[in-house]
């Protein structure tokens, strides 16, 4: 059973950067794909940033060049660095993981983090 737990988010203004952390219970299995989604009012839930086979990482079109995924496995710790911050960018972000990577990719992992707000205004 793993259990994921974010925090980092916050108020922040556009251009300004934020750092979001998931903390992997009981630790980081390599067996395991994870990945941070986000989910915007209104709209539905999307993936953001995701390791995949091979220890490759993946981006949405929308924050690549200013989102960072990133592990420590020694802190048992997934990071999300988001830099140059846009209004667009707001929403609950969640930290997922699953042993398939079809299912990370599908948006169907078996574990979610209960999610961190991140909101971008002036």
């Known amino acids: 059973q793993v259990q994921l737990s974010e925090s980092g988010g916050g108020s922040v203004q556009p251009g300004g950067s934020l750092r979001l952390s998931c903390i992997v219970s009981?630790?980081?299995?390599?067996?395991?794909?994870m990945a941070w989604f986000r989910q915007a009012p209104g709209k539905e839930r999307e993936a953001v940033a995701a390791?995949?086979?091979?220890?490759?990482?993946s981006y949405a079109d929308s924050v690549k060049g200013r989102f960072t995924i990133s592990k420590d496995n020694t802190k048992n710790t997934v990071y999300l660095q988001m830099n140059n911050l846009k209004f667009e960018d707001t929403a609950v972000y969640f930290c997922?993981?699953?042993?398939?990577?079809?299912?990370?990719?599908?948006?169907?992992?078996?574990?979610w983090g209960q999610g961190t707000q991140v909101t971008v205004s002036s």
């Open positions: 009981p630790y980081i299995d390599d067996n395991y794909f």
């Open positions: 997922a993981a699953d042993r398939e990577v079809w299912k990370v990719v599908q948006g169907i992992p078996d574990y």
């Open positions: 390791f995949e086979r091979g220890g490759s990482r």
